[in-house]
């Protein structure tokens, strides 16, 4: 080993690569025809928000219907019944954030 | 003797790692120092853990916190190696279920953790606890509590832009811990109140949402002075949250000006939370905020700062629990 040589650790509990080696699945060209998920945290107006946003979308295109979760908690993530159902009915999803 | 498991890289010189680690997002911005095997070891051989024993575990990120990532990060954070028992006890008080890394480090409010120091290890390592023990110049506070942010940056992945999702941020969250003035103090201290023999060292965390001071140097009771602390919160509120249950918590941390009025009355914290509940939580109005604080026990009060202002600092919480873990010292 050179003189100034250092061997050190790596602090991670992984790769910090800010690109999730999950790929994303492609976005649809248009809403016709789909179920859209609608999730609410719970803060505020929300929930509001997202039926107000969902009509604006019906009027875009004809969606064929909604699933529309609202967690349980602001904490958390929705609950696993919830990550079901949506990973099975939607097409697409659409997440409130907020805190 | 039981391998390490973390990757090793090879730089030529310290300025080469300093590059490397910022350039790979391993840092908070600040140099590090260089975590080397022997100095890994020698942190992990003052609490005699084991480099895979977990500490704690993100479920939503799907990361676990083993000593050997704790002992890595508090390396570089720049600890001794004899603070490293009490980061032990910090990570696993923020990584309790409760503790809610996942909202408390994601959030887009920029919550900080709060790391509260109790028992005989403070004045061991010398944790400040009197004049300026929020802010910078004392190695203890400093380290231990950037060991921590470091361990939520590095192992938990909360790092700005990607999980950490801070519209602002805090200055907070390069450090922020101290330790319970317990010899100034006329209360049981914290971690007494909360189960922990006296002779027990603990760690407590407690997520801050927002963190202000009640100033008054008019008042000359403990009401005026509790009245001054109930406007300033009640100027925030503090919201619930159904999960959490009932025990959401407040951390009030109370200066010298102010506690000597308790002291001369003799007002004990029991005391001082029967005045501040039921004042805290009414209902909202008038422009206040309740605090949905499921008890009295809920609000934590705790002796620290130094003298000058007649201040009380409020920590007000976001979604978590204060966790208190004892500090584990091995042979004791």
Not at chain 2, 31 to 39: D, L, R
Request: hydrophobic content about 40%; proline content about 6%; glycine content about 10%.
């Amino acid at each position: 080993m050179a003189h100034n040589e250092i061997v050190a650790l790596d602090p991670t509990s992984g790769p910090l690569d800010r690109k999730d080696p999950r790929a994303f699945p492609e976005r649809p060209e248009t809403l016709n025809g789909a179920v859209v998920g609608l999730v609410a945290n719970g803060l505020g107006e929300g929930q509001k928000m997202m039926d107000a946003l969902y009509d604006e979308l019906n009027k875009e295109a004809e969606i064929l219907g909604s699933v529309r979760v609202l967690k349980s908690s602001v904490s958390v993530p929705p609950d696993k019944q919830d990550w079901e159902r949506l990973l099975s009915e939607v097409t697409v999803a659409i997440t409130g954030m907020g805190g | 003797m039981t391998s390490l498991n973390a990757d090793q890289h090879t730089f030529s010189d310290y300025s080469s790692l300093i590059e490397a680690y910022h350039e790979r997002g391993w840092t908070d911005g600040l140099p590090v120092v260089p975590p080397t095997e022997a100095n890994v070891r020698s942190f992990l051989d003052h609490t005699g853990l084991a480099p895979d024993d977990i500490l704690g575990g993100v479920p939503t990120r799907e990361v676990t916190c083993t000593a050997e990532h704790a002992a890595i990060n508090a390396v570089m954070a720049g600890c001794k190696p004899e603070y490293f028992p009490v980061v032990v006890a910090a990570v696993r008080a923020h990584l309790e279920e409760k503790g809610n890394c996942h909202s408390t480090t994601g959030t887009l409010s920029g919550a900080s953790q709060c790391l509260i120091i109790n028992g005989p290890i403070r004045q061991e390592l010398d944790v400040a606890s009197r004049a300026g023990c929020f802010g910078p110049g004392f190695r203890a506070n400093a380290t231990i509590g950037r060991a921590l942010r470091l361990i939520i940056r590095n192992v938990c992945r909360a790092i700005p832009g990607f999980l950490d999702r801070a519209s602002f941020s805090t200055p907070a969250r390069y450090s922020f811990c101290f330790g319970e003035d317990e010899e100034e103090s006329p209360w049981t201290p914290l971690h007494v109140e909360r189960g922990f023999p006296a002779e027990t060292s603990t760690a407590t965390v407690h997520a801050v949402m927002t963190m202000v001071a009640a100033s008054d140097s008019r008042s000359r009771n403990p009401e005026g002075v509790m009245d001054s602390i109930v406007k300033e919160a009640r100027l925030r509120g503090a919201g619930g949250d159904k999960w959490l249950g009932d025990e959401l918590n407040i951390v009030l941390v109370v200066g010298p000006e102010h506690r000597r009025y308790f002291a001369e009355s003799g007002m004990s914290k029991s005391q001082m939370r029967d005045y501040l509940w039921p004042r805290m939580t009414k209902k909202s109005g008038n422009g206040e905020r309740r605090l949905k604080l499921g008890k009295p026990d809920n609000i934590l009060i705790v002796s620290a700062g130094g003298p000058g202002m007649a201040e009380t600092w409020l920590l007000l919480p976001h979604l978590a629990l204060a966790i208190t873990k004892q500090v584990d010292l091995p042979g004791r």
